[in-house]
């Protein structure tokens, strides 16, 4: 670009699946939808509590599209650079610019997802802000270029609603809409999500697992559908590492997974 070599990043392939929730999946698609060809797509933002599938659901919509998919995770830590174009030793102590996982999205028309993005601090999301609004383009001022977004870009970023983040500058948020806002599921769909990621699970574990959560929440103590999982996955790991009696299992993988002790 204008002289510029880009080495480009490369597109994320899983296996996963949103199950349930239809109306989100909706919401994040007419985000991205235009409507004439001077429209363009909004930049929606996902929130929940850390563990309910917003990068799943981020990711499936994404998929549906047909579209390569590029992730970026956020830290603490991302600099501006980071998120655009950053240079790199090369062969012969040469410097290789570097497109970010954004930056590659939106040369070849694919989809980012900025993953826990209030993670990130204001003079990171600053870089971003002429993407996210009628400009659709970045700037790179280590390389000196310009670069504007294809017109099937699309970008989303997710968002724990946690106290680990940084609070967004107004200015970003308001560029950052809709909100769309992911809850717990029901016991019928969270049965669903675990027999999808643990298909060998017997029926009975995960329900016992599920009671537990639903026990849980409301009890005021919120466990993620990581953690749901992660118990089933564990606690059957224990019966046939241990052989101990299921249930036993089960109690010592909710202790170990979610700290609460002689809660099963």
Request: proline share 6%; aromatic share 8%.
């Amino acid at each position: 670009m204008d002289g510029v070599e880009l080495v480009l990043s490369h597109p994320t392939d899983l296996q996963t699946n949103w199950i349930g929730q239809e109306i989100v999946t909706k919401q994040l698609l007419a985000a991205w939808l235009t409507l004439d060809e001077n429209d363009i797509p909004l930049t929606p933002r996902i929130i929940g509590p850390p563990g309910v599938g917003k990068t799943t659901l981020a990711y499936t919509v994404a998929k549906s599209l047909g579209r390569d998919i590029y992730f970026y995770q956020a830290t603490v830590d991302t600099r501006p650079e980071d998120l655009i174009v950053f240079p790199v030793i090369g062969d012969n102590q040469k410097i290789v610019y570097v497109a970010s996982p954004i930056v590659t999205a939106m040369l070849k028309g694919g989809i980012a997802i900025l993953d826990e993005g209030n993670r990130m601090p204001e003079k990171s999301w600053a870089s971003l802000a002429p993407l996210m609004d009628h400009r659709r383009y970045v700037e790179s001022q280590i390389a000196g270029i310009t670069i504007k977004a294809h017109p099937d870009f699309r970008m989303v970023t997710t968002m724990n609603t946690d106290a680990s983040t940084f609070e967004l500058p107004e200015y970003i948020s308001s560029r950052l809409q809709p909100v769309i806002e992911l809850d717990f599921p029901n016991d019928e769909e969270l049965l669903e999500i675990i027999k999808y990621n643990v298909p060998y699970a017997p029926e009975e574990v995960i329900a016992q697992v599920i009671s537990f959560m639903r026990e849980g929440k409301a009890a005021g103590s919120y466990f993620s559908i990581r953690a749901g999982i992660q118990i089933v996955q564990y606690a059957l790991r224990l019966e046939k590492v241990t052989g101990s009696p299921r249930f036993n299992c089960i109690a010592q993988a909710i202790e170990q997974i979610t700290g609460e002790k002689d809660a099963y």
